[in-house]
């Protein structure tokens, strides 16, 4: 039933803009946080954004701070994510993963890529030099 759909991916130069988005479904309980990861080729996941449905709060990582922003729309079921100035080493996979917040309102599931619950299938976003 929950279901995650990134899409926005695509060729860019070095110093461009893409805008991600993530389409979410599903959720039907409760609150829970949105994230974006990236995953160049040969390398580890690692997150860039997080977002929670129930107020909108986000983290950004300090690697991307400046760069990138996260956001929504009014309902939470599209999620965004806006690159700006991006370097070849932005080049990779993106994907959106959400979590459930079972127990308080703890991030660090989002912020650490440690249990998220549903992951999308990834979009591809290639920054050329």
């Known amino acids: 039933e929950v279901q995650l759909v990134e899409s926005g991916g695509g060729l860019v130069q070095a110093g461009g803009s893409l805008r991600l988005s993530c389409a979410a479904s599903?959720?039907?309980?409760?609150?829970?946080?949105i994230g974006w990861f990236h995953q160049a080729p040969g390398k580890e996941r690692e997150g860039v954004s997080c977002?929670?449905?129930?107020?909108?709060?986000?983290y950004v990582p300090e690697s991307v701070k400046g760069r990138f922003t996260i956001s929504s729309d009014g309902t939470g079921n599209t999620v965004y994510l806006r690159m700006n100035r991006l370097k070849p080493e932005d080049t990779g996979v993106y994907y959106c993963?959400?979590?459930?917040?079972?127990?308080?309102?703890?991030?660090?599931?989002?912020?650490?890529?440690?249990?998220?619950?549903?992951w999308g299938k990834g979009t591809l976003v290639t920054v050329s030099s």
């Open positions: 599903g959720f039907t309980f409760g609150d829970y946080i």
């Open positions: 977002i929670k449905s129930s107020d909108g709060s986000t």
């Open positions: 993963a959400a979590v459930i917040v079972r127990r308080g309102s703890s991030w660090v599931s989002c912020i650490y890529d440690v249990g998220m619950d549903y």
